[in-house]
């Protein structure tokens, strides 16, 4: 590791702790040559996702994109910042670990329907009607109906049934 302020590769490791529950470790580290003191972060580097859109075409996964999704689905509604990280957090972790390469645009889209129903059920048809692309009033009747039918979910055990399908809403073989 090379020293941010005189840029020798020379250090020793002071300490080193775990966080983000693991998914990081932060390691306190000293330059050998001139004694300063800096911080490192190491993370797994993810396979980086394509998304493969409704329309065939393929863009790059885009956490940003994502986290933008959700907190627009959320604006003005009760869901904290640190609410809104854990899920997409979880999200991507999902996909990273459920998808080689490439996602489709589908699962990605009902990852974040199944975390925000758990947070905010505003939020949740608000996301929604984008995404299941709403036309008529009724179509907001039907979803919200749908919704206050379920069992609030706990949000370690979300299972939403896609819209259309009947059944447990469990996620059928990847074939």
Known sequence: MRCPKCGTQEDRVIDSRSSKE?????RRRECLACTHRFTTYEEIEHELLTVIKRD?????????????GI??????RPVSAE??????????????AEYE???????????VMRELR??????????????RQFEEITDFVEEATRLASLPRPDKRQMELPVAGEAGDGKRKDRT
């Open 101 to 111: 390469r490439e996602v489709p645009a589908q699962a990605v889209g009902e990852r």
């Open 22 to 26: 693991g998914a990081t470790i932060r």
């Open 118 to 131: 758990a947070l905010d059920p505003v939020a949740y048809i608000r996301f929604a009607s984008i995404y």
């Open 83 to 96: 609410a809104i990280a854990d899920a997409v957090e979880r999200i991507v972790e999902g996909l990273a």
């Open 71 to 76: 907190q627009r689905a959320c604006q003005k």
């Open 56 to 68: 065939g075409r393929r863009e790059p996964f885009s956490r940003d994109k994502l986290v933008t």
